[in-house]
Antibody, heavy 120, light 107 residues
């Protein structure tokens, strides 16, 4: 079964840092672009960041550029999101998702999400 | 910034057809995907590449496009289809963009 499992969420004070992880299994992780999407309480889905499969090219949304860093370790089938200078508005459920690839521009596998709460 | 517009809510009676629209500038030039999200759960891909259905998605879910509008149609809507639905597109200039979501109520 193709699976993504996020971890690392929690409660952090404004200005603090957190590192999220996403463990992949059941598919060839190194063949796929991966992305992070978040969902603030009661709100819609927001793309945060993407990373290409082999070269590790990275892309960021304006709201997190300069504060968040996406990375991956293909030897460990893992995706990461380093979040620094956290703000209250970063409070959300964070999902990792797989880009289906082949130019379909769709996210076909999602993790269960991990909750990040930024509060003093 | 690029935006996709969806109606906030749609209501349908059981067994009837539900249609959810998604509009955006030059949307016809891009692929559109649709996701279903039930409360407390992760999104599930129900349509990709405008009209394609992933394996395991019931045939009552279908997608179409016309001009700048993409449409998700649910034929013979069931109570279990009640959920939030999001459209999504991508291109090299805008990256991944989601619509604001449509709450489908089956009553």
């Amino acid at each position: 079964e193709e699976l993504l499992v996020e971890s690392g969420g929690g409660l952090v004070k404004p200005g603090g840092s957190l590192r999220l992880s996403c463990a992949a299994s059941g598919f060839s992780f190194s063949d796929y672009s991966m992305i992070w999407v978040r969902q603030a309480p009661g709100k819609g889905l927001q793309w945060i960041s993407s990373i290409s499969p082999k070269t590790g090219d990275t892309y960021y949304g304006d709201s997190v550029k300069g504060r968040f860093t996406i990375s991956r370790d293909n030897t460990k089938n893992s995706l990461y999101l380093q979040m620094n200078s956290l703000r209250a508005e970063d409070t959300a459920v964070y999902f990792c998702a797989r880009d289906k690839g082949e130019g379909y521009d769709a996210l076909d596998i999602w993790g269960q999400g991990t909750v990040v709460t930024v509060s003093s | 910034s690029y935006e996709l517009s969806q109606p906030p809510s749609v209501s349908v009676s059981p067994g009837q057809t539900a249609t959810i629209t998604c509009s955006g500038d030059k949307l016809g030039d891009k692929f559109v995907s649709w996701y279903q999200q039930k409360p407390g759960q992760s999104p599930v891909l129900v349509v990709y590449q405008d009209t394609q259905r992933p394996s395991g998605i019931p045939e009552r879910f279908s997608g179409s496009t016309s001009g700048i509008t993409a449409t998700l149609t649910i034929g013979g809507t069931q109570a279990l289809d009640e959920a939030e639905y999001y459209c999504q597109t991508w291109d090299t200039n805008i990256d991944w963009v989601f619509g604001g979501g449509t709450k489908l109520t089956v009553l």
